[in-house]
Nanobody, 114 residues
Framework: QVHLVESGGGYVQSGGSLRLSCAAS??????MSWYRQTPGKQRELVAK???????EYVDSVKGRFTISVDSEWNILSLPMNKLEPEHTAVYYC??????????WGQGTQVTVSS
């Protein structure tokens, strides 16, 4: 069983920075991602990292956000720079686990004021 706990959300002014972290317990993780969701919209992928280190990002965060994970898949990080109001959302940590269902954290709110 994998358990995910996000931290690092908060309130920041436009142009500012935040760093999200996700602490993962358990084993069998082979990919981790950050998703975000705003009221009335579907949850969308923000950034993903796969075993081997390859990454992918939604266009709106390229050059601003950088996803990384430690070698044990215990700590997923997302430094977020040059934040804008459109980045305001609840951010969720997600893990894909061998022979198991997808796992989600509880979410952390990011609010960017103009």
């Amino acid at each position: 069983q994998v358990h995910l706990v996000e931290s690092g959300g908060g309130y920041v002014q436009s142009g500012g920075s935040l760093r999200l972290s996700c602490a993962a317990s358990g084993s069998g993780i082979y990919a981790m991602s950050w998703y975000r969701q705003t009221p009335g919209k579907q949850r969308e992928l923000v950034a993903k990292i796969l075993s081997g280190g390859s990454t992918e990002y939604v266009d709106s965060v390229k050059g601003r956000f950088t996803i990384s994970v430690d070698s044990e898949w215990n700590i997923l990080s997302l430094p977020m720079n040059k934040l804008e109001p459109e980045h305001t959302a609840v951010y969720y940590c997600h893990a894909q686990v061998v022979a198991s269902v997808d796992h989600w954290g509880q979410g952390t709110q990011v609010t960017v004021s103009s």
